[in-house]
């Protein structure tokens, strides 16, 4: 019991404080080297800011979009890097801990499970995303991909028929 018999006053818990000036600067540099076509350096930046601000989301996000877009090795072949798709799932869910509700975090850890080919964990992190934006297309055309390869085929169909309504240019869905 708290003072007066009233019990206790529940836990405030304090935002993270803002990134420093050395990881905001990691950051973008990391942002414009991936834009100047030099991604093993953008990943060191990025590797930077997150461990200059570990509590700082969008350099948690960032780091995740990048190292899963460098997994997939360009050889000709649908060959993955799964340690670094590993580690970039990683960076994405800690993006999500740390801002549950983000759309774009939740939608980039459900289509970190999506490439993996981990169905039974992209179907309820897109269902997450839908939760919070419905007209997500590809949250939505992917949750339906996932059915499909779940071997759901009634939840597939009603799925795309979604997706084809979000997006009617998408041949894909048609």
């Known amino acids: ?14 935002p993270p404080a803002p990134p420093s000036e050395e990881a905001k600067q990691a950051f973008y540099r990391g942002k414009v080297l991936y834009q100047a076509e030099q991604p093993i350096e953008a990943l060191a930046e990025m590797r930077r800011a997150v461990e200059l601000a570990p509590d700082w ?6 780091l995740g979009k990048l190292l899963l877009t460098l997994s997939f090795v360009r050889f000709g072949t ?19 801990a740390l801002r549950p509700d983000h759309v774009q975090s939740l939608y980039w850890a459900a289509h970190g499970h999506f490439v993996a080919r981990r169905w039974e ?3 309820p992190a897109f269902q997450r995303v839908l939760a919070l934006d419905p007209g997500h297309k590809l949250a939505t055309k ?25 997006n009617r240019i998408d041949d894909e869905v048609r």
């Open 121 to 123: 964990a992209a179907e």
């Open 1 to 14: 019991m708290g003072l007066l018999g009233l019990g206790t006053a529940p836990a405030q818990v304090a």
């Open 142 to 166: 992917e949750l339906g991909i996932a059915h499909e390869n779940l071997g759901e085929s009634e939840r597939a169909r009603a799925v795309f028929v979604r997706a084809r309504e979000l």
């Open 78 to 96: 649908a060959t993955k890097e799964h340690a670094l798709m590993d580690e970039g799932q990683a960076a994405l869910e800690r993006a999500v």
């Open 57 to 62: 989301a969008e350099a948690e996000l960032e």
